[in-house]
């Protein structure tokens, strides 16, 4: 059974201490929770959190570069660099160059790696399951679609298309 002291730590905080703390942090610590949930499950089948990231992206679009993958994991590459090396050594992807560019080192999922997708994608599932158990669908449709506003509004502000909020300084 795993240890669940830490996420009951992070509940007593949030409905004792500091119940109207920053939002910023109530995210934070739900994903840290949720991360830490995955954690446990990806670790009986030998892979890691960090290595569970570079795979999703993988799965979507494999052969692309390690700095390609650096950016989409939002990691540096030399973090990049040793997480595809400890992949490699795992067998669950090839490092190639591609014909006509020796410049590139393009990071390709092999078999196992692939297969990997149907038995964690379902331990993923698993935990948002778990983690929105007794709330209504409407009401995670709402967090969803009220999350990915918030995205927006700081995607919008970092590209100067609209002003920081005044009462935030």
């Given amino acids: 059974m795993p ?18 703390d920053r939002l910023a942090h109530l995210v934070r610590d ?10 446990v499950r990806l670790s009986a089948h030998g892979v890691s959190f960090g290595h569970w990231t570079f795979l999703r992206i993988l799965w979507i679009q494999d052969g692309i570069t390690q700095r390609e993958l650096s950016d989409l994991a939002g990691v540096m590459e030399p973090t990049t660099f040793t997480a595809v090396k400890a992949m490699e050594s795992m ?7 591609l014909a006509g560019n020796r410049k590139n080192v393009h990071v390709f999922l092999s078999k196992e790696g692939r297969a990997l997708e149907k038995v964690l994608v379902p331990l993923a599932e698993d935990v948002n399951r778990a983690s929105v158990r007794g709330i209504p669908d409407r009401s995670v449709a709402i967090v969803r679609k ?4 918030m995205i927006q509004n700081l995607a919008d502000e970092e590209a100067g298309l609209s002003e920081p909020d005044p009462t935030l300084k």
């Fill in 3 to 20: 240890d669940t002291r830490p996420t009951q730590h992070l509940l007593r905080h949030w409905r004792e201490a500091v119940p109207q």
């Fill in 30 to 39: 739900v994903a840290r929770a949720q991360m830490r949930a995955l954690q």
């Fill in 146 to 149: 009220s999350l990915l506003q």
């Fill in 91 to 97: 067998g669950l992807i090839e490092r190639r160059q």
